[in-house]
């Protein structure tokens, strides 16, 4: 998808005039309870005191409390804050997009953090909009934490936004591997890793420091027109959302902890970014980590299979006379099992 820097708007070169003072706001976030927890969040993500991070920021209330409280936990043992670098996306869906993001870069600037830019991303018009805005973010995040040499990308989601993300996840009828959205700490290949320092903060709180220390933001009105805008609407889901806020940190670190098992017992058996399992390997894994397997071997030819056709393929798999099958997957995949081998191939 094509990126291009957004110019700020001219009243950005009076940006003393929209925010109180920096000094100020840098104290006052450095006393605040919320700069104890964002502490915390940023040790149990294992970000370094002194490690180069981007931050995403979108201009809504949790993105610019993260950048505040952040920044105001840095400028004690970095007061030029050259650790930080921020990047605020505008996906032109919407026509207040570009100047929300110039709004948290403003801030950015204002607090003192140099690097800070707004980039326009340009979309499709058909297809999962929400997926391709958020491959968006993340590639255009990944291209500047290169630029800027950030070994981590800071995402401002909370307590409450891991809540409504597992109920979201549980009507799915998703496995584990959606709870790995809600960790504090995500590597992906290629060395890009995702932090989410705010999962111990409420977003009430938040915004409730922000109003505190005079600190506009600009949420985005879409978001309460999507499924989690639904949670939010009614009663009954909001209260059970709020419950699962404060109890939620149990069941994502396990599941935290039995995928990087998983993984490892994979990786023991898969060579890294290979698209194929020998067909008595494969019915050496435990029966828990085969549809995992398959997962890994289709996405490995530049595919991803369905919850229907794995059903389909793990039923193959543990047929006794072997008899080969395929399967399509998505990006002109196609899953093969036989007597020799489990393996995904591109069609020709």
Do not use: K, Y
Not at 17 to 24: C, I, K, S
Not at 48 to 63: H, K, M, T
Not at 119 to 140: C, E, F, Q
Not at 200 to 208: M, N, V, Y
Request: proline share 4%.
């Amino acid at each position: 998808m094509q990126r291009q820097e957004l110019p700020l708007p001219a009243e950005t070169t009076i940006i003393e005039t929209l925010f109180p003072p920096r000094a100020e706001l840098l104290l006052r976030a450095s006393r605040h309870p919320l700069a104890s927890v964002v502490r915390r969040g940023l040790a149990r993500a294992g970000v370094g005191d002194s490690e180069r991070v981007l931050l995403l920021v979108s201009g809504g209330g949790d993105s610019m409390a993260m950048l505040l409280l952040v920044a105001a936990l840095r400028e004690r043992d970095d007061p030029s804050l050259q650790s930080l670098s921020v990047l605020a996306i505008d996906h032109g869906l919407r026509s207040e997009g570009a100047g929300e993001a110039a709004h948290a870069v403003a801030f950015a600037q204002h607090l003192g953090i140099a690097r800070a830019s707004s980039r326009a991303v340009v979309m499709p018009s058909v297809g999962n909009i929400l997926d391709a805005a958020r491959t968006a973010r993340l590639d255009a995040a990944r291209a500047m934490a290169a630029e800027t040499g950030a070994s981590a990308v800071l995402l401002a989601h909370q307590a409450d936004d891991r809540a409504e993300g597992l109920l979201l996840a549980l009507a799915r009828g998703v496995g584990i591997d959606a709870l790995a959205s809600l960790l504090p700490r995500r590597d992906f290949e290629g060395g890009m890793t995702l932090c989410r320092p705010l999962l111990g903060a409420r977003r009430e709180e938040l915004r409730s420091f922000l109003l505190e220390l005079d600190v506009a933001w600009r949420d985005d009105p879409s978001n309460n027109r999507r499924a989690r805008g639904e949670i939010r609407s009614d009663p009954s889901l909001a209260a059970l959302a709020d419950r699962i806020a404060h109890g939620a940190d149990t069941l994502c670190d396990e599941a935290g902890e039995l995928i990087a098992l998983r993984e490892q017992s994979l990786d023991a058996q898969i060579a890294s970014g290979a698209s194929a399992i020998s067909r008595a390997a494969f019915e050496g894994l435990h029966h828990a980590l085969r549809g995992a397997a398959i997962h890994r071997i289709v996405r490995a030819a530049g595919g991803d299979v369905t919850r229907a056709t794995l059903v389909q393929a793990l039923r193959a798999a543990q047929d006794p006379m072997r008899a080969p099958r395929s399967f399509d997957c998505s990006g002109g995949v196609v899953l093969m099992i036989d007597a020799r081998e489990v393996r995904a191939v591109t069609r020709a």
